[in-house]
Structures are given as structure tokens and as C-alpha cells.
Nanobody, 119 residues
Framework: QVQLVESGGGLVQPGGSLRLSCAASGSIVSISAMGWYRQAPGKQRELVAT???????NYADSVKGRFTLSRDNAKNTVYLQMNRLKPEDTAVYYC?????????????WGQGTQVTVSS
């Protein structure tokens, strides 16, 4: 069984910062890429940031220059450092990993963590 567990969400004022973490565990053989998506109320889930190759990350235009994705391969953990947060960043943030487990490559999702940006 594979699990992705997010943490680090919460309530923050506009202009503030949060750091999200996502740890993958279970019978993982290899992880190809990890990333973050978000879904605001009444909207579709959208890409925030995701690895596209080693050392290369794709960011949504709305978060470029403010958010930074990083990964600790030894811990199977991906982080999202979010700075200069705006009210429009309010959403449930989901971790995604494309990995090999039980002989199959597939995407796995975390349960989501709420980020609320409000004064």
C-alpha cells in the first residue's frame, strides 16, 4: 500500500508564508515525479507546481516567483514553500506522486490540506 500524507496547511494572513510537506510511504520502488495541485471551492483542481525532469519544475503562472517546490529523495518527501500568499491562493492543496509500486507505475494522491489566506 502506498500513502501520501500532507501537512503544513492552515490559516495565514495575506503576505504571509506557509510550508507544505508531503511524505510518500509504503511499498515504493521508485518515484519519478512529485508535485502539488490545488482546488478552490467551486473550481476545478489545478496544477500548482510539479517536477517535469530532474532539477526542472513547472509552476503555474499565478505562483511563479512566490512558490518553490523542493524534494528530499532520501525521505520520499516533497515540499512547497509558499511566500507572499494572497487570498486567491486559498484552496485545498493536494500532493501527487508518479511512482512505481507493486509492479505498476501510476499516480497517487494525498488527502489534501487546507490553506486559507485571510485577514
Amino acid at each position: 500500500q502506498v500513502q501520501l500524507v500532507e501537512s503544513g496547511g492552515g490559516l495565514v494572513q495575506p503576505g504571509g508564508s506557509l510550508r507544505l510537506s508531503c511524505a510518500a510511504s509504503g511499498s515504493i520502488v521508485s518515484i519519478s515525479a512529485m508535485g502539488w495541485y490545488r482546488q478552490a471551492p467551486g473550481k476545478q483542481r489545478e496544477l500548482v507546481a510539479t517536477e517535469i525532469s530532474v532539477g526542472s519544475t513547472n509552476y503555474a503562472d499565478s505562483v511563479k516567483g512566490r512558490f518553490t517546490l523542493s524534494r528530499d529523495n532520501a525521505k520520499n518527501t516533497v515540499y512547497l514553500q509558499m511566500n507572499r500568499l494572497k487570498p486567491e491562493d486559498t484552496a485545498v492543496y493536494y500532493c501527487n506522486a508518479y511512482l512505481l509500486a507493486s509492479g505498476t507505475w501510476r499516480h497517487y494522491w494525498g488527502q489534501g490540506t487546507q490553506v486559507t489566506v485571510s485577514s
